[in-house]
Nanobody, 124 residues
Framework: QVQLVESGGGLVQAGGSLTLSCAAS?????????MGWFRQAPGKERDFVAV????????DYADSVKGRFTISRDNAKNTVYLQMNSLKPEDTAVYYC????????????????WGQGTQVTVSS
């Protein structure tokens, strides 16, 4: 079991930046999990945003955020981050942190563990 708690959401103007954090706790070592971020806009399905491998060496991003968002992790702090730059109104969504032992499983949207989500609103 792992518990995930997101923070850092809020209201920002288009073109601005935000950094989301996700703190993990549980019995298994944090570095045992690939970590990822997903988002869900009102009336839409939850979509993959970014993933990072256990050691931080591998990352993948949705095409819509490539070049603007950066995922990173600090295994000593049991925390994963999502740096979001050049934000657009279409980035408005609830952002969810996720964890799974399998990198590919996480990318495909089937992680075992989810956080409660944090709202990001980008005004035009």
């Amino acid at each position: 079991q792992v518990q995930l708690v997101e923070s850092g959401g809020g209201l920002v103007q288009a073109g601005g930046s935000l950094t989301l954090s996700c703190a993990a706790s549980g019995r298994r070592t944090f570095s045992s999990y690939a970590m990822g971020w997903f988002r869900q806009a009102p009336g839409k399905e939850r979509d993959f945003v970014a993933v990072i491998g256990r050691s931080g060496g591998n990352t993948d991003y949705a095409d819509s955020v490539k070049g603007r968002f950066t995922i990173s992790r600090d295994n000593a702090k049991n925390t994963v981050y999502l740096q979001m730059n050049s934000l657009k109104p279409e980035d408005t969504a609830v952002y969810y942190c996720a964890a799974d032992a399998g990198y590919t499983i996480l990318v495909n949207g089937g992680p075992d563990y989810w956080g409660q989500g944090t709202q990001v609103t980008v005004s035009s």
